[in-house]
């Protein structure tokens, strides 16, 4: 049965002075307009009793994205607390199909609450894809809504379906256009960042050179014939002793030319090589 009409302010100052937790979730009194998130309508009205599962339509962005939280404005019009049950659910054909996420089983609202509950969620949303929100709850629990068409950032603008499944027959669309007060917020998924492989260039080195194995200085008798030279000249090129040849002959003033080994023969002389 579709309550009409005002809403029973019994109890209400109590939920203005202060929010209140039930559950999960908490209960606030309403507030004006906030920024626009995916669906956002909270005007005061009538509302569905939730015994009738009342379920509103929305769309999701352009982007891949995850729906973060639903804020629906209840009242109880009981003395007596009340239940309610929030879900998410896919479209099929143009209602409410498989649910896909429940936000809320079976959460208490006092009696004569009124006000607006957030249940936290955490739905990865396809991009420009339908779902639904879906209430189930107590007879005297209901769900209020209002004829203002919903805001919403999606773009372009979609069509908003309020409808019905009383007594589980079959959803029927909401009789005068009315959408229900909701608001949904999302966030848009940021692809992960990929860093392209970077190339590491080994740094160059010059070839080693393989050690030589010098010998031990010992006395060695150097004559200028053509096999002291060569002797005494790879022993000098391996082992730079050539400095020290060019000292020895300059000390003895034996034909001491820089750079150059005795062009005739010369008095033996005796060097550690």
């Not at 009981?78 to 239940?83: A, C």
């Not at 992960?192 to 492989?197: A, I, N, Q, V």
């Amino acid at each position: 049965m579709r309550k009409t009409g005002t809403t029973k302010k019994i109890g209400l100052a109590v939920l203005a002075a202060s929010a209140v937790l039930l559950g999960s979730l908490t209960v606030a009194p309403s507030a004006g307009a906030t920024a626009p998130s995916i669906y956002h309508l909270m005007q005061d009205g009538a509302w569905t009793r939730l015994e009738n599962v009342p379920a509103q339509s929305f769309t999701s962005g352009s982007s891949a994205s995850t729906l973060t939280s639903v804020t629906v404005w209840l009242r109880n019009n009981s003395g007596l607390s009340g239940t309610y049950s929030i879900s998410v659910r896919a479209d099929n054909g143009g209602s409410p199909g498989t649910t896909l996420a429940t936000l809320a089983s079976n959460q208490t609202i006092g009696p004569w609450g009124d006000g607006q509950l957030t249940a936290p969620a955490s739905l990865a949303l396809t991009a420009s894809t339908q779902y639904w929100v879906v209430m189930e709850g107590s007879m005297d629990v209901g769900w209020k809504y209002h004829t203002a068409q919903p805001a919403t950032t999606v773009t372009p603008t979609p069509s908003f379906v309020s409808k019905t499944n009383a007594g589980g027959v079959g959803w029927l669309s909401a009789p005068n256009g009315e959408h229900y007060n909701m608001s949904l917020t999302a966030a848009v998924s940021t692809p992960p960042t990929t860093t392209p492989p970077t190339t590491t260039t080994p740094p160059t080195t010059a070839p080693s050179t393989p050690a030589v194995s010098c010998p031990a200085r010992r006395p060695y008798r150097i004559y200028s014939s053509a096999r002291s030279r060569a002797i005494a000249a790879a022993l000098v090129a391996r082992c730079d002793y050539r400095t020290e040849w060019r000292r020895v002959f300059r000390t003895k003033g034996a034909f001491a030319v820089p750079n150059e080994w005795p062009k005739s023969k010369v008095v033996p002389l005796r060097w550690w090589f």
